[in-house]
């Protein structure tokens, strides 16, 4: 029999039934990303109502959540670890009084944090002061109050001993140090070791008598995911640490491994969402308190651990809903929702494919949306691509995850900042009131030489030349 005789033959194809309900679901069905009908606990439509659209959230029980997360593990690991709680990071008054509240300490990079934390009842002695460029008022405040001054650089080392002088004081200082852990290298700020030049600091302060060296500090980057780099940056940190000790009568009380360490949100481009490929707290302390467990008794004394987290503590505890003002056919087949979040107060944008959801699915057919701001600009583009429910104008959408450096680095650009609220089960409190015309303009002042009776009557007419 021949191998053409072995086939069976030929059927005609017959049409089956799909099981009842599969054809009833919307187009993109299993696309659909789930609504988000509250925030904190609270109905987004209700809030909207209360306190306008944009509006920024802050889910108090959440950011407490996650400092009593973080201070675990690495208590949990290393019993004298301190959080010093990255001020720049979210400005918001509310949130580091809440984050003090929980035990912080202050991290800041400036004279305006400074004062911030000690408004909010942070004493000199608990407030770790970086940066790059601090004032010689800032300088001389923090080593009258006590703060942890770590040294950035040549010209700050020579200035500290002056003003040290000038007070007659000694001042403990910590160095900052810069390594190679990865590319491109974080090499802007303090002294590099592999050249030497760490050394040589240490060297110089160790034989200046205004001042005491006791601490190193490094900060790693920022948006780190590996917990690998802290591992090898500490590992960097215990070895020069317990060679100063040897080669300069010195004893390094502490070590301060700053802060970097990353959330959820994904970056542009990258091929995994950010919740696939970010460590866990849990992980984070493994990487940095190993290390330092191995190598303690090559320190004359066990050093207190610093840490300076900012992102991981407020990022996934706030929220930015907004409204979509208009929907518009784009060249090509992609519609552009026009929303009133700009990137003048979202500009994580530039950094972020936030999450988002829609506040209430209407079943419509999921369509690709290029979410654009209110801002006359055309790079005002809060996400590329996103895929959502059929928009119209007045729909509700939450973007998720934006606690991080979105106050701290927003900005008065054609539209001003919204009103700022905080959400806890026994209800919300407006935080920080949306800017005003006048709140914006007050500290401008009109020459004289340009006030006519066409502007005699305006609000910066009003007001004294000066």
């Not at 679901?25 to 944009?54: C, D, M, N, W, Y």
């Not at 006590?146 to 007070?167: F, P, Q, S, Y």
């Not at 606690?403 to 680095?409: D, K, L, M, T």
């Amino acid at each position: 029999m021949s191998e053409d005789q072995n086939q069976p033959p030929y059927a005609s194809p017959e049409l089956y039934g799909l099981p009842s309900g599969v054809t009833e679901r919307a187009p993109g069905a299993e696309r659909r990303i789930e609504a988000q009908a509250k925030v904190a606990g609270h109905a987004v439509t209700e809030l909207v109502e209360r306190f306008g659209s944009p509006l920024y959230v802050i889910d108090e029980e959440s950011l407490r959540g996650a400092y009593r997360r973080l201070s675990s593990a690495f208590r949990e690991e290393w019993p004298d670890t301190i959080i010093g709680s990255s001020v720049k990071t979210n400005y918001l008054s509310a949130v580091q009084a809440i984050l003090r509240s929980e035990g912080a300490w202050g991290e800041v990079v400036s004279g305006f944090e400074y004062r911030l934390c000690r408004d909010l009842g942070i004493p000199g002695n608990e407030i770790l002061f970086n940066g790059p460029w601090k004032t010689d008022d800032d300088i001389r405040l923090a080593i009258e109050e006590g703060a942890t001054i770590n040294l950035d650089g040549d010209d700050e080392l020579e200035r500290v001993i002056r003003h040290a002088r000038d007070m007659g004081r000694v001042v403990p200082v910590g160095l900052r140090l810069n390594m190679q852990v990865n590319y491109p290298p974080w090499d802007k700020f303090g002294f590099k070791l592999e050249s030497g030049h760490a050394l040589e600091a240490a060297r110089l302060v160790t034989a200046a008598p205004e001042l005491e060296l006791c601490g190193l500090h490094m900060h790693v980057g920022t948006y780190i995911p590996d917990p690998g780099f802290y591992g090898r940056a500490v590992e960097s940190l215990i070895a020069f640490g317990t060679r100063l000790e040897r080669e300069l009568d010195c004893t390094i009380a502490h070590l301060d491994i700053g802060g970097g360490y990353a959330t959820r949100n994904t970056l542009h481009d990258t091929m995994l969402p950010g919740e696939a490929i970010t460590a866990t707290a849990e992980e984070y302390a493994a990487a940095i308190c190993g290390p330092l467990r191995r190598a303690a008794r090559q320190f004359k004394k066990k050093p207190r651990l610093f840490i300076e987290p900012g992102r991981i503590l407020v990022d996934e505890a706030a929220s930015m809903i907004t409204t979509v003002r208009a929907v518009k056919r784009m060249a090509g087949q992609q519609k552009a929702a026009l929303i009133d979040c700009g990137v003048h107060i979202l500009p994580t944008s530039w950094w972020y494919d936030h999450e988002l959801r829609p506040v209430e699915d209407k079943g419509g057919a999921i369509e690709d949306y290029r979410l654009v701001g209110p801002l006359c600009m055309q790079i005002d583009v809060v996400r590329k691509s996103v895929e959502l429910p059929a928009l119209t104008a007045g729909d509700l959408l939450v973007i998720q995850d934006v606690g991080a450096y979105n106050f701290s680095q927003s900005m008065q650009f054609i539209y001003m900042r919204p009103n700022y609220v905080l959400a806890n089960a026994s209800g919300v409190e407006l935080i920080r009131e949306a800017e005003s015309d006048e709140y914006v303009r007050t500290p401008e002042r009109l020459p004289a030489h340009l006030i006519n009776d066409e502007t005699s009557g305006s609000f910066l007419a009003g007001r004294d030349a000066r």
